[in-house]
């Protein structure tokens, strides 16, 4: 059968009988589906959380430790992004809707909590890649400054170090990207 049989198919038959549907099993669902979403982005921004904070402890902790600036560098860049994090979800809990919030106000707070993912997701190089790839960047370059009498050793680690940081951070950007496109 080809499109236009299919198309002329479709026209002639009978439309359907009218799908009614119950306002109250509706905003169920709906609020259902919202605490799922929550439940998800939640977790999976503790994860987050905790393993920066580590990683801003580490480097500090390092940083003091060896009287290295650059890692307390790392260390803060890290504790940027954990506190944005942080600030992000106490901003965000605030636009949650009441339970005795209309079918509306919760449609509405969905499409607000998925479009603001879409915008993390796809400014992630600026708060979460950047504040992190500046003081690593900083850190390789002041040990290829002092490692500069090597010559080509140093030139071929700076290489590498360069080489390896693209694909990473690339690699972190279209994970999150192909996130946006297939989830949300």
Excluded at 31 to 49: K, M, P, S
Excluded at 70 to 95: A, E, P
Aim: some cysteine.
């Amino acid at each position: 059968m080809n499109f236009e049989d299919l198309q002329k198919t479709w026209q002639s038959s009978k439309s359907a009988a009218t799908i009614t549907i119950s306002t109250d099993a509706l905003l169920k669902e709906v609020r259902r589906n919202q605490r799922q979403f929550w439940a998800t982005i939640f977790w999976r921004d503790v994860r987050e959380v905790v393993v920066i904070f580590l990683l801003a402890l580490f480097f500090t902790f390092f940083g003091l430790y060896a009287g290295n600036w650059t890692n307390l560098l790392i260390g803060l860049g890290c504790f940027f992004v954990c506190s944005f994090f942080i600030v992000d979800r106490l901003v965000q809990r605030k636009r949650r809707p009441t339970a005795n919030d209309p079918l509306k106000a919760c449609i509405e707070s969905s499409l607000h909590q998925v479009n603001h993912q879409i915008w993390l997701l796809k400014n992630i190089f600026w708060w979460y890649l950047l504040p992190v790839v500046l003081p690593l960047g900083i850190f390789a370059f002041l040990d290829l400054w002092h490692k500069r009498h090597h010559g080509a050793s140093a030139i071929a680690g700076a290489v590498v170090y360069i080489v390896i940081c693209i694909l990473t951070y690339w690699g972190v950007y279209w994970f999150n990207q192909y996130g946006v496109r297939k989830s949300l």
